[in-house]
């Protein structure tokens, strides 16, 4: 099993539906022992937790409250965990005022929560676990191609190309401590992180058209396995990489 024996923290499972949750069902099937961390409707993670096939302990993440960040190796280390193998960052947000075509009208204090809680949280949760962290360890993080200019996506947008350059410099930082940071860039999924973004459809319009596999919307498995794959130790010199799991649509023009 490619996660036997490993210690794997996952944030950001909220529902069945959400790409976390599958990342989680797949890594315990890999035979990692798990660790998920939420924020908010803690009762819904926690009864959604209850749905993979093994218990697995939840504890409360902000990952914008510094005291929440600041206990975070403490608190996990209280569960039994004496090291941490893995980081699985799937989280983001971005105000409504930021998204759906509010791209010139959006202020910056919108903007800033699109940045802190998308971006500047990924080295956050690093730094927060690094304590845990043993030398061969892996983050992983969640983006959507940051590249170009998405319909409707707006700041969400700029803040996964600072997401894509964060990884890159925790890349960088982190190397001589033997720790890798990758992110695995999804096509469009139907999670509820999406249905929250105004006229998400425009993204599926043609995804499934264009990509040359095809591209399911409501599959997140292909995505779990690829950051499954990443936490394990089948990348030992792969870092500051972002692997495209969307069907190859990145690869495709009109």
Known sequence: MLLEGKSVLVTGVLTEASIAFNIAKIAQEQGAKLVLTGFGRMSLVE???????????????????????????????ALGFDSLDGVVHSI????????????????????ATAVHVSAYSYKALAMATLPLMEKGG??????????????????????KAGLESTSRYLAKYLGAKGIRSNLVSAGPLRTMAAKSIPGFEKFEESWSDRAPLGWALTDTAPT????????????PA?????????GGYHATAA
Request: proline share 4%.
């Open 92 to 111: 983001g947000f971005a105000p409504q005022t930021a998204l759906g075509g509010n791209f010139l009208d959006a202020g910056w204090e919108d903007v």
């Open 47 to 77: 009864r959604i937790a209850k749905r993979l096939p093994q218990e697995v302990p939840v504890i409360e993440l902000d990952v914008t409250n510094a005291e929440h960040l600041g206990s975070l190796a403490e608190r996990v280390g």
């Open 138 to 159: 892996s983050v992983v993080g969640l983006t959507f191609d940051a590249t170009l200019a998405w319909p409707v996506y707006d700041w969400m947008g700029v803040a």
């Open 224 to 235: 779990a396995k690829a950051v499954v794959a990443l936490l394990s130790d089948w990348f």
């Open 238 to 246: 792969t870092t500051g990489e972002i692997i495209h799991v969307d």
